[in-house]
């Protein structure tokens, strides 16, 4: 019993000692790692949340574009303003063909949306100029006066990246594989990084680097044909200092951009629909 009572009371001032300092830093070292465990997917899961939510705003521009079209006979004009209002800037000689392609900011004080992307920057806005003048009835198809007509086609084209393994062995075919050449209008987010987007201040952010396919979305890329003014491809995580969007074998470079766009044939239906065209 002595012996017994002894030892119980080793083990009790044992244990009113405490944690040594080994002890302590090896829990420190664990919980560092389950924190570190932990933070990355809360990272990524929101994220994740800011894409869905991103998404979910492009969805409603594009109806909102689209129900200003069946409304005005028209496609919105961008807001070009140095200091973006979201009001719509109108061509003072429509008929003149200012641009094939305009291109700023969306006019979202025209539509009645939201101005900024879950990342605080105004969506960026592209239209085919036919697509702005207004329909008229009776008018001739295809007429030169340009207003619109069943016979008007889109023109900007969304191209993404593929995805060939036999295009090498076992590489990556980074051709351009075209998802549209005919778009009436297209917004696009700049995702988290925001490379090339513009402040609702009107200050921009530093373009993504040249080459880029970030870089051709924030800045419309080459208005020729057949060079896209939009990526649209899967998200991925920045790349080292050798990455490329269009090298073989070569890792893609980053890329968070969310793009949506109206298709011609879309917005001519829709305007049927409505009667604004025959």
Same mark, same amino acid.
């Given at each position: ?17 405490? *944690? ?40 409603? $521009? ?19 303003? *140095? ?49 702005? *003048? ?23 084209? $969304? ?92 890792? *893609? ?14 917005? $001519? ?10």
């Amino acid at each position: 019993m002595l012996s017994i009572l002894r030892r119980s009371g080793l083990l009790a001032r044992n244990a009113s000692r405490g *944690f040594s300092l080994v002890e302590l830093a090896v829990v420190l070292a664990i919980v560092a790692v389950l924190l570190g465990a932990l933070l990355v997917p809360l990272a990524t899961q929101h994220q994740m949340r800011k894409n869905k939510e991103a998404e979910r705003n492009l969805r409603e $521009i594009n109806e909102a574009l689209i129900g200003f079209a069946v409304t005005n006979g028209r496609l919105p004009w961008p807001d070009t303003n *140095f200091t973006p209002d979201g009001i719509e800037n109108v061509p003072a000689t429509p008929l003149a063909l200012p641009c094939v392609v305009c291109e700023g900011l969306l006019p979202w004080q025209t539509l009645g949306v939201g101005a900024i992307d879950p990342w605080g920057r105004v969506y960026l806005y592209r239209m085919s100029s036919e697509f702005g *003048f207004t329909v008229q009835t009776g008018q001739p198809a295809g007429g030169v006066d340009e207003r619109l007509d069943l016979l008007d086609v889109g023109t900007i084209r $969304i191209n993404t990246r593929g995805d060939n393994p036999a295009a090498g062995s076992g590489g990556e075919s980074k051709e351009d594989i075209v998802l549209t050449a005919d778009a009436a209008a297209a917004v696009t987010s700049l995702g988290s990084n925001g490379m090339g987007g513009v402040w609702p201040n009107g200050d921009l952010l530093a373009p993504a680097p040249a080459g880029t396919d970030e870089r051709i979305n924030s800045d419309g890329g080459n208005p020729g044909a057949p060079s896209p003014h939009f990526y649209s491809r899967q998200i991925t995580l920045p790349g080292n200092s050798g990455c490329s969007d269009t090298t073989e074998n070569v890792e *893609f470079c980053d890329f968070d951009d969310l793009v949506t766009w109206i298709p011609r044939v879309v917005l $001519i239906n829709r305007l049927v629909e409505a009667g604004r065209l025959p």
